[in-house]
């Protein structure tokens, strides 16, 4: 396929390992049903362990490429892989009080596989081409979760929630020992581990790209937005008379639309502006927003929800290339996950704070949605203007410092369409 073309067979293989992982990585979505459940917690109890699992997430996508620039991207993909698959085995048999560190424990070795994942695929392709393969990973994991709730249910109803966690638990040291298997435990420097001691310090180099800095605010933002339709959304529309059967529909919708066009739409805007593909998709999560503020149709809210998937699929995967085509070589894992931890704060952030205002002023929570991902996107196109740095390697495979890139290879174009200062080539 066209749309494939200069993906590496890492990355197709690691996508493909994606796509296996995210099928069997369904007990977050039964979580709470599981402790009010069989486990007999209160609403209030699970509440604090799965605030406390979303949290454990957040740090391990925070602090996954970090130790992975030290100890190698592929040991810590596989270290996290192991420690979450081992976890949820034997969580059904953990007694009540060590929930609470068994949850959050998984959750974080989760969130280091997502972060070390990341990287493994931005040093794998040489810049300019990582949007095409961000962009079939996402494919790939959003496949997989669109077969995986439905299969959760089907194992939960035929057996017991206990069976689910540990089959979660299977598939996910499986997906370790296929990890193993495709990924080399030798290779180039930076495709195991990117850390030099003798490299400025990740202050420094994110002080020299104020646009990332930018960039990653926009994203906090917009992820404590477009997180909304997972928490105050199915509130609001049940409010106006529609009921879990619409909710579902509506997010087979995002689902449906991603899986269509996310690929193809990688491939048609592969040489623009990331900047502005971005800001544009920010745009368009704020304007999905501003839809609801009339009311709560069913013509509005899906209005809503494919102008916020076309928003996701533009701002996403070329967001995620952006920041590993700006990141030094050295430091590749550490901007990774500070854009993964940023790209998934709304987990975190979005209940509780969306609740809160739509419990004081309901009516003002989609404006104020509307108005923070539209600021979020303006923002990312402003910082088109500012500085990139002069000089410096990008982490890539295959080509490195007066290194040519690979026949067909072309260097990831600016805000002018020109090649990127500070690009191989």
């Known amino acids: 396929m066209g749309m494939l073309r200069g993906v590496p067979r890492t990355v197709r293989l690691l996508a493909f390992g994606a796509f296996l992982n ?41 602090t996954g490429g970090w130790f992975g620039d030290r100890y190698g991207h592929r040991r810590m993909l596989l270290t996290g892989a192991c420690v979450s698959g081992a976890a949820l085995v034997a969580l059904p048999l953990m007694p009540l009080a060590a929930l609470y560190a068994v949850l959050p424990l998984a959750q974080y070795a989760s969130g280091v596989v997502r972060a070390a994942n990341a990287a493994l695929v931005a040093v794998s392709v040489p810049a300019g081409r990582r949007r095409q393969s961000f962009a079939l990973t996402r494919f790939a994991s959003n496949g997989g979760f669109t077969v995986g709730p439905p299969l959760g249910a089907l194992i939960a109803a035929a057996s017991s929630y206990d069976r689910l966690f540990v089959a ?9 020992g296929y990890a193993a298997a495709i990924l080399p435990s030798r290779g180039t ?56 059967q619409f909710y579902g529909w ?39 927003y501003a839809v609801l503020i009339p009311g709560a149709g069913a013509l509005f809210a899906v209005s809503m929800m494919v102008s916020l ?64 991902a539209c600021g979020a996107g303006v923002a990312v196109l402003a910082a088109r203007r500012l500085r990139e740095p002069s000089s410096g390697p990008r982490a890539t495979s295959g080509a490195g410092p007066g290194r040519p890139l690979p026949p067909g290879e072309h260097a990831p174009a600016t805000e002018t369409g020109s090649p990127a200062r500070g690009s191989d080539g």
């Open 250 to 288: 509506l997010i087979a919708v995002n689902g449906g639309v991603i899986l269509c066009l996310e690929l193809p739409a990688a491939h048609a805007l592969r040489r623009r502006a990331p900047l502005t593909v971005v800001g544009t998709g920010l745009l368009l999560v704020g304007l999905g």
């Open 189 to 244: 420097a930076h495709t195991l581990r990117t850390h030099d001691p003798h490299a400025p310090g990740l202050r420094r180099e994110l002080r020299a790209r104020p646009a990332v800095l930018v960039l990653l605010a926009a994203i906090v933002c917009v992820d404590l937005v477009y997180r909304q339709q997972y928490s105050t959304l199915p509130v609001f529309l049940a409010d106006h008379g529609y009921g879990t």
């Open 22 to 62: 995210a099928v069997v990585s369904f007990t977050f979505v039964y979580l709470f049903v599981y402790l009010t459940g069989p486990r007999g917690l209160s609403v209030a109890q699970a509440g604090v362990i799965s605030g406390m699992g979303g949290i454990g997430l957040v740090g391990g996508n925070f």
């Open 168 to 176: 979660d638990g299977v598939g996910t040291l499986l997906f370790a």
């Open 309 to 372: 998937t076309l928003g996701e699929i533009l701002y996403k995967t070329t967001a995620t290339a952006y920041v590993a085509d700006q990141a030094p070589l050295h430091a590749q894992g550490r901007f990774q996950s500070l854009y993964a931890g940023a790209s998934i704060s709304g987990q975190v952030l979005a209940p509780p704070l969306g609740g809160a205002l739509y419990t004081a002023a309901p009516s003002l929570l989609w404006p104020l949605c509307a108005a923070l």
